[in-house]
């Protein structure tokens, strides 16, 4: 007989992957064992959980992407959520 003591699931910072594209932010997270959702399209804009949570491995990370333009009136980034 084979006793096996798991120290539960991994655990794992959420990193910074603000302002990358949805495929570099994607491969970031799942290559930690991460599971991804996306809403929007453009660059990563939002994170949730935040940047440094304690996340457990497996876990859903939603990124918000946006699309950054600018105004051509006043020179300003704008950003579309899509």
């Known amino acids: 007989m084979n006793l096996t003591i798991s120290k539960g699931p991994e655990f794992v910072f959420v990193p910074n992957v603000l302002g990358k594209n949805k495929n570099d932010a994607s491969l970031d997270l ?30 859903v990370i939603t990124l918000t992407l946006t ?15 899509q």
């Open 67 to 81: 699309i950054e333009e600018v105004c051509p009136l006043s020179g300003r980034l704008t950003k579309w959520p």
């Open 30 to 59: 799942e290559n930690l064992g991460l599971r991804v959702k996306i809403k929007g399209s453009g660059k990563v804009n939002n994170i949730s959980p935040a940047i440094g949570a304690k996340v457990k491995q497996g876990a």
